[in-house]
């Protein structure tokens, strides 16, 4: 069993400038990011700077549409993850990032560069989504625990659902643009 971790300076350091945007889903959000990060941590081999690059990715990947409510937000999120790493000295990690960020919301597998590391967390969003009716073959006892180290927070339903809807039945045209076949 993949021992769980229940602290990364780099979630926290990349989430605590937003805190007090992300309001009361700062919380949800930020348990949400462990959560990813932990089931990556579980279905992708420990090698170097997995655990960081899974970090970034899980405190980016959805975060402009926590700030702003425009659900096209894949770009943007990618953009920040990108000057993230540009500040860090770790610029190679780019390509990798934004194929993470913009294939989370695959239905499909991806199985294009850096598939592992993708396709973790594709399945850790989906899991997450689906409130873990979907956990492709990932214990039940590891989702449990999860779960119950980083408990999913009202608050951040409370505040995804409604911005979700809301951008839906204002863009009916295309009302979930981050979504990927």
Not at 59 to 80: E, I, K, Q, R, V
Not at 85 to 101: F, K, N, Q, S, T
């Given at each position: 069993?993949?021992?769980?971790?229940?602290?990364?300076?780099?979630i926290?350091e990349i989430l605590?400038p937003?805190?007090?945007?992300?309001?009361?889903?700062?919380?949800?959000?930020?348990?949400?990011?462990?959560?990813?990060?932990?089931?990556?941590?579980?279905?992708?081999?420990?090698?170097?700077?997995?655990?960081?690059?899974?970090?970034?990715?899980?405190?980016f990947?959805?975060?402009?549409?926590?700030l702003?409510?425009?659900?096209?937000?894949?770009?943007?999120a990618?953009?920040?993850?990108?000057?993230?790493?540009?500040?860090?000295?770790?610029?190679?990690?780019?390509?990798e990032?934004?194929?993470?960020?913009?294939?989370?919301?695959?239905?499909?597998?991806?199985?294009?560069?850096?598939a592992?590391?993708?396709?973790?967390?594709?399945?850790a969003?989906?899991?997450?989504?689906?409130f873990?009716?979907?956990?492709?073959?990932?214990?039940?006892s590891?989702?449990?625990?999860?779960?119950?180290?980083?408990?999913?927070?009202?608050a951040?339903?409370?505040?995804?659902?409604?911005?979700?809807?809301?951008?839906?039945?204002?863009?009916?045209?295309?009302?979930?643009?981050?979504?990927?076949?």
């Amino acid at each position: 069993m993949v021992e769980i971790v229940t602290e990364s300076a780099l979630i926290d350091e990349i989430l605590g400038p937003h805190q007090k945007g992300l309001g009361t889903g700062y919380l949800g959000y930020r348990n949400h990011c462990f959560r990813m990060l932990n089931v990556g941590r579980y279905l992708v081999p420990d090698e170097p700077h997995r655990d960081d690059r899974f970090a970034i990715m899980a405190a980016f990947h959805d975060l402009p549409f926590f700030l702003d409510g425009d659900l096209d937000y894949l770009g943007g999120a990618s953009d920040w993850a990108r000057d993230h790493l540009v500040g860090m000295g770790r610029e190679e990690w780019e390509p990798e990032m934004r194929a993470m960020i913009h294939n989370h919301h695959k239905v499909r597998p991806y199985t294009g560069p850096s598939a592992p590391m993708v396709e973790a967390m594709r399945k850790a969003d989906w899991i997450d989504v689906t409130f873990t009716k979907v956990r492709f073959g990932i214990a039940r006892s590891f989702i449990a625990e999860l779960r119950a180290t980083f408990p999913l927070n009202e608050a951040y339903k409370g505040v995804a659902m409604p911005m979700i809807a809301r951008y839906a039945f204002s863009h009916v045209s295309r009302p979930l643009p981050m979504m990927r076949w």
